[in-house]
C-alpha cells in the first residue's frame, strides 16, 4: 500500500509552546491519540473542534492551528478518501494564516505535492516538491549554526520537511522506474535518516524508512530489481509498535508492505503470518485494496481460485474508482488473473481489455500536455495489464492485433501530450509502412532481473503485413556505447537475427524501440560483417501522426548558431559549406534581431540549428529537452515549436541533448525533435549531447557535402554516408567505438570521455510517421 500522504505525519509530532491548561493543547493531544490509534474519524472531528478553540494571532497559536490543519488535510487525503475533504484543509491551512510564516510554507508546498501525487499528476508533485526545496533550503542554512533551543528545534523541522519531500520524489522515481532519479534520492534520504537517528527523531525516521520500502516494492512490482525492502520495514514496525512511538494505523501499513514483500519473493507462509498480526485500526480504501490484492496473489499461488474469487468480488465490490487513483485498473488487472487461472482465456482477454480501457480513459480525461515529460512514465505502472494481453494475443497468432496493442501502449501518453496543438495526433495508428520500407518495433513482455534474460516481442511490420518474433534479450548495461563489438554482437543475434530476410530486402528500415532498447545503438549493431547501417539507412521512429504538412519553403536553408563555445564558429561553416553548394543561406546569430521567424513560418526548407539542449528542473527526471538555448535572452521552446504556423521540411540539431532517446514510449517525454516532427518536419536529424567541437562540425559537413549529391530529401542516406565514411583525426570521437561506428576496430577499443553520444545514441534520423 501506497504510504506517501502517511509522510505528513512527521509533523504530527512537532511539539509547541502552549500554556498547561489549554482547551485547544487538550483536544491536540486526543487528535493524536486518535491518530496513533487507528480512528481517523474521530481524529478529524478532534481536528475541527481543535481548529475552532484557536482564536486569536498569537505566533504559538498561529502554529498549533496550522499544524491541526495539516492533520485534516492527511486524513481526508489519506484515510478517508471518500469525504472529498481534503481541499477544504488546504483552503482552512491558508484561511489561519499560515502562508504568512515562512515555516511553513515548505509544508504548504508539501501537501500540495501529495495533492498531485494523488491525482497521478506527477509533474505537478514534482514541481511542488522543488517549491518545498526552495522554500526550505534557505531558512535551513540560516539555522544551521544557531545555538539556541528554538533554533535548533526550527532546524529539524526544517530537515524533516526536507526529509519529507526526498521521501515522496524517490516513491515518485519508483512509479517511473526511473532508476537513476531512484538513486539520486536514496541517497539524499539516506543523509537525512542518518540526522533524523542522530537527533532521537525515530518516528519521522520510521515514516521514511516505510516509504522508501514502498518504493523498492513498487521497483520489484514491475519487475526491476532492487535492494531487499524487508529490514526497512521490520526496522519501521519495530519502531510503530514500541512504547513511546507506538502508531498502530502505520503498523498496519507496514504489516501490508511486509506481506506484499513475502508475496513477490514466494514467501506464502509468511504472506498469512504477517497478515495474522493486523489490528483493529480503521484501514483507507487504498490500504484495503492492496490487502485484497495480496490476499488474491497469495490464494492463486497456492491454486485456491475459489478462494482468489471471493477476493476478487470484495475487490470488485469495494467502489473504488471514486477513492482510489486507478482503482478500476486494479479490479479489472486482478478479474484477468482470476480468469485466467479459471481457464476462461476469452473473459480474461475481456478483462485485460477493460484495463486498457480504462488507461485511454484516464489519459483522454486529462490535460496531459501539461504535465511534461511525467505524462509518459505514468504508465509505467500499469503495463502488467499489457504484457498479458499481448502475451495472449500472440498466443492465439493474432500478430496483427498484437501489434495494435504494443503501439497503442507504447505512445499512448506521447498522443496525450501532442493532442494539445492538434487532435490528428491523438488517434493510434494502424497504417502499414510504403514498399521497401521496414518497421522493427520491440515491445517488453515482462521485465526481468539484471541477470536474466527478458522476454520481448519484436515485430516486423512491411507492406504486406505483420511478423511477430519472440525475443529473450540480455539486460543493457548502463552505457550502451561503451561496449565492444563481441557484446554488441549479442543483441544484433536477439534483436535483427530473427529478421534477417527482411532486413535483406529493405530499402529502409525504421527501429521504433521501446523502454530500454532506446539506449541502444540499433544503426551501429554489428552486421553481416559490418554494421547495420551498411545494409541500409536505418532511422527511429515517430509513431504518432503528425500534426500538419510542411512547408514548401523557399527552396533556402536557415542557419542559427548560439554565442557559446564553437557554436558561431560551426554557423559559420555550415552556411559556407552550403552557400558553396548553390544554396541560398540565411545565418542568424544568437543576437540576430528576431532569429526565429523563418523558422516558425516555414520560410526555409532547412534549418540548421547550433544551439544546447536543457531540460528544466521538474523534468530532469524524465530526461527530455524542452527548449534550446542559443545565449542572451534567446530561447527556443518546444511548445513555441508546436503552436508555429509551420516549420522547415529537415532540420538539423546540433550539439544538443534533444534526440529521441526514450522519448516516443512508456518513459520519457516529449523531445524537441518529436516537436519539429508533429509540427510538419518531415525530417529530424539529432545530436544528443556536446562532444569535440571540431568532429561536431566535421560530421555536420559531410553530412551536407553528401545531401548534395543524393537526389532531394534523401535524408536518411545523406546521414548514412557521412556516418560510414572513413575516419579523419578531427572526427575521430564519431568513429573509433568499437561495434557503434563503422571503422575496423577490436575489443580493447573504448569510447574515450569525450566521445559523442549524438549520432550513435538514440536517434540519428527522425521521420514523420507518413513518411517511412
Do not use: K
Not at 488473473?337 to 480501457?357: F, K, N, P, S, W
Not at 504484457?387 to 500472440?394: C, E, V
Not at 496543438?421 to 520491440?442: F, N, S, T
Request: proline share 5%; net charge negative; glycine share 8%.
Amino acid at each position: 500500500m501506497n504510504p506517501a500522504i502517511l509522510a505528513a505525519a512527521l509533523w504530527l509530532r512537532a511539539t509547541g509552546l502552549e500554556p498547561p491548561i489549554d482547551p485547544a493543547a487538550a483536544l491536540r493531544e486526543e487528535r493524536r491519540a486518535a491518530h496513533r490509534a487507528g480512528d481517523p474519524r474521530r481524529e478529524l472531528d478532534l481536528v475541527d473542534r481543535e481548529l475552532a478553540a484557536l482564536a486569536g494571532d498569537s505566533p504559538d497559536r498561529l502554529a498549533a492551528a496550522c499544524d491541526a490543519a495539516q492533520a485534516g488535510f492527511r486524513v481526508c487525503g489519506e484515510r478517508l478518501p471518500e469525504l472529498g475533504c481534503a481541499g477544504e484543509y488546504l483552503q482552512r491551512y491558508a484561511d489561519a494564516g499560515c502562508l504568512a510564516d515562512p515555516l511553513q510554507l515548505p509544508r504548504h508546498h508539501f501537501m500540495w505535492a501529495l495533492h498531485w501525487q494523488r491525482q497521478m499528476d506527477f509533474a505537478a508533485a514534482l514541481a511542488a516538491l522543488r517549491r518545498v526545496v526552495e522554500a526550505a533550503q534557505p531558512l535551513l542554512l540560516a539555522r544551521l549554526f544557531r545555538r539556541d533551543a528554538q533554533g535548533a528545534a526550527e532546524l529539524l523541522d526544517l530537515t524533516r520537511d526536507l526529509a519529507a519531500a526526498a521521501a515522496l520524489r524517490t516513491e515518485l522515481a519508483a512509479h517511473l522506474r526511473n532508476r537513476v532519479a531512484w538513486d539520486r534520492s536514496f541517497a539524499a534520504l539516506s543523509l537525512f535518516l542518518d540526522v533524523l537517528a542522530r537527533e532521537g527523531d525515530a518516528y519521522a525516521a520510521a515514516v521514511l524508512r516505510n516509504q522508501i520500502a514502498w518504493g523498492l516494492l513498487v521497483l520489484r512490482e514491475a519487475g526491476l530489481a532492487g535492494a531487499d525492502p524487508v529490514p526497512l520495514l521490520t526496522s519501521a514496525l519495530a519502531t510503530f509498535t514500541a512504547d513511546g512511538t507506538r502508531d498502530r494505523s502505520q503498523a498496519d501499513n507496514v504489516r501490508i508492505n511486509l506481506a506484499l514483500a513475502a508475496l513477490q519473493r514466494g514467501a506464502l507462509d509468511e504472506v498469512e503470518r504477517v497478515l495474522a498480526g493486523l489490528g483493529d485500526a480503521a484501514m483507507s480504501p487504498e490500504e484495503r485494496m492492496w490487502l485484497h490484492i495480496i490476499r488474491l496473489r497469495a490464494a492463486l499461488a497456492r491454486g485456491r481460485v475459489d478462494e482468489a474469487i471471493e477476493w476478487q468480488a470484495a475487490l470488485a465490490g469495494a467502489d473504488l474508482g471514486e477513492v482510489v487513483p486507478m482503482g478500476e485498473w486494479f479490479v479489472a488487472w486482478t478479474r484477468g488473473l482470476v480468469d485466467e487461472a479459471r481457464g476462461d482465456r476469452d473473459a480474461a482477454i475481456a478483462a485485460y481489455e477493460a484495463a486498457e480501457a480504462v488507461l485511454e480513459a484516464h489519459a483522454h480525461a486529462r490535460n496531459v500536455a501539461a504535465y511534461g515529460a511525467a505524462a509518459d512514465g505514468r504508465y509505467r505502472m500499469f503495463a502488467a495489464t499489457t504484457r498479458r494481453l499481448l502475451d495472449l494475443r500472440l498466443g492465439d497468432g493474432d500478430d496483427g492485433a498484437a501489434l495494435s496493442l504494443a503501439r497503442n501502449a507504447r505512445n499512448r501518453a506521447l498522443r496525450m501530450h501532442a493532442r494539445e496543438w492538434c487532435q490528428e495526433a491523438e488517434r493510434p495508428r494502424d497504417d502499414l509502412p510504403g514498399p521497401g520500407a521496414l518497421h522493427l518495433l520491440y515491445f517488453p513482455l515482462d521485465p526481468a532481473g539484471a541477470d536474466d534474460l527478458a522476454p520481448w516481442v519484436g515485430f516486423a511490420v512491411t507492406a504486406t503485413g505483420v511478423r511477430a518474433e519472440a525475443l529473450q534479450v540480455a539486460p543493457l548495461s548502463g552505457d550502451m556505447h561503451r561496449l565492444s563489438e563481441e557484446t554488441l554482437s549479442t543483441f544484433s543475434e536477439q534483436l535483427l537475427a530473427p529478421f534477417e530476410a527482411d532486413i535483406a530486402a529493405a530499402e529502409v528500415v525504421t527501429i521504433f524501440p521501446t523502454d530500454a532498447l532506446h539506449a541502444l545503438p540499433f544503426h551501429a549493431l554489428p552486421w553481416d560483417g559490418g554494421i547495420l547501417l551498411d545494409a541500409a539507412p536505418v532511422q527511429y521512429g515517430l509513431d504518432v501522426a503528425a500534426c500538419g504538412e510542411p512547408a514548401p519553403g523557399n527552396g533556402g536553408a536557415l542557419v542559427i548558431s548560439g554565442s557559446d563555445y564553437s557554436l558561431p564558429e560551426e554557423g559559420r561553416a555550415v552556411t559556407a559549406a552550403l552557400a558553396a553548394g548553390g544554396v541560398r543561406v540565411d545565418h542568424r546569430a544568437a543576437d540576430s534581431p528576431e532569429p526565429f521567424a523563418p523558422l516558425l513560418t516555414g520560410g526555409a526548407a532547412l534549418a540548421h540549428l547550433a544551439a544546447h539542449g536543457q531540460h528544466p528542473a521538474d523534468e530532469a527526471v524524465f530526461a527530455a529537452d524542452v527548449q534550446l538555448a542559443f545565449g542572451g535572452a534567446h530561447v527556443l521552446t518546444r511548445e513555441t515549436i508546436l503552436a508555429a504556423p509551420a516549420v522547415p521540411q529537415v532540420v538539423y540539431l546540433s550539439a544538443c541533448r534533444s534526440s529521441f532517446v526514450d522519448a516516443d514510449t512508456l518513459g520519457g517525454g516529449l523531445s524537441l525533435a518529436h516537436a519539429f516532427l508533429l509540427r510538419g518536419a518531415r525530417q529530424v536529424v539529432g545530436s544528443v549531447r556536446d562532444v569535440d567541437a571540431d568532429a561536431t562540425r566535421t560530421f555536420a559537413l559531410e553530412f551536407y557535402a553528401a545531401l548534395a549529391g543524393l537526389p532531394p530529401g534523401d535524408v536518411a542516406e545523406a546521414w548514412r554516408a557521412a556516418y560510414l565514411r572513413p575516419a579523419r583525426p578531427s572526427s575521430r570521437a564519431f568513429r573509433t567505438t568499437c561495434g557503434c561506428c563503422g571503422c575496423s576496430c577490436r575489443d580493447r577499443c573504448r569510447r574515450t570521455e569525450d566521445d559523442d553520444g549524438a549520432l550513435s545514441q538514440g536517434t540519428p534520423i527522425g521521420r514523420r510517421r507518413s513518411e517511412q
